[in-house]
T-cell receptor
Framework: QKEVEQNSGPLSVPEGAIASLNCTYSDRGSQSFFWYRQYSGKSPELIMSIYSNGDKEDGRFTAQLNKASQYVSLLIRDSQPSDSATYLCAVKGSNYKLTFGKGTLLTVNP | KAGVTQTPRYLIKTRGQQVTLSCSPISGHRSVSWYQQTPGQGLQFLFEYFSETQRNKGNFPGRFSGRQFSNSRSEMNVSTLELGDSALYLC?????????????FGPGTRLTVL
């Protein structure tokens, strides 16, 4: 069983729309959850971190965590073409090891 | 602060050779993790070092090894290279690798094995 799963996409949304990215994880002892963005040919950069159930907002980005359902999501409001990238969900498990999903490719069409 | 740096940025090797990659963490960061990224497998954890000790290890063969120096700089070594080792190798640093620490990635080393 995969430890962190994401829809591989590609997910295509029009400019200005809301993009919704989802992630599930298997380790119930997981403590910390991260969303990274990776542009083609570049290394991952952190967008959001979330540690407790509920929503966390930062500008156009909202991370949502539901530990009971073992589910974490990222919403991008007012999507821009510059948001086109691969989004990686990362989960820090009970052993402090950071495990990544395979990523969701997002394309925002002008 | 300067970010995470990795050298070299690109490497071309042939099967059977060995390679050493270097990573300098952000100043003050003591935890260094290494990842292999391939199109098929995504980002896979290799190992993590903290205070010169390997604290966590992924599911890679013994050909993959690493070490950390007293200044927190880290190296990873791959011996007896195989074609399948061609990948982007990423290093990430964090303060102490605790549950809430954020990992910051370097630009990566692109390894091609011919």
């Amino acid at each position: 069983q995969k430890e962190v799963e994401q829809n591989s996409g590609p997910l295509s949304v029009p400019e200005g729309a809301i993009a919704s990215l989802n992630c599930t994880y298997s380790d119930r002892g997981s403590q910390s959850f991260f969303w990274y963005r990776q542009y083609s040919g570049k290394s991952p950069e952190l967008i959001m971190s979330i540690y407790s159930n509920g929503d966390k907002e930062d500008g156009r980005f909202t991370a949502q965590l539901n530990k009971a359902s073992q589910y974490v999501s990222l919403l991008i409001r007012d999507s821009q073409p510059s948001d086109s990238a691969t989004y990686l969900c990362a989960v820090k498990g009970s052993n402090y090891k950071l495990t990544f999903g395979k990523g969701t490719l997002l394309t925002v069409n002008p | 602060k300067a970010g995470v740096t990795q050298t070299p940025r690109y490497l071309i090797k042939t099967r059977g050779q060995q390679v050493t990659l270097s990573c300098s963490p952000i100043s003050g960061h003591r935890s260094v993790s290494w990842y292999q990224q391939t199109p098929g497998q995504g980002l896979q954890f290799l190992f993590e070092y903290f205070s010169e000790t390997q604290r966590n290890k992924g599911n890679f063969p013994g050909r993959f090894s690493g070490r950390q120096f007293s200044n927190s700089r880290s190296e990873m070594n791959v011996s007896t290279l195989e074609l399948g080792d061609s990948a982007l190798y990423l290093c990430a640093s964090s303060l102490e690798g605790s549950s809430t620490d954020t990992q910051y990635f370097g630009p990566g080393t692109r390894l091609t094995v011919l």
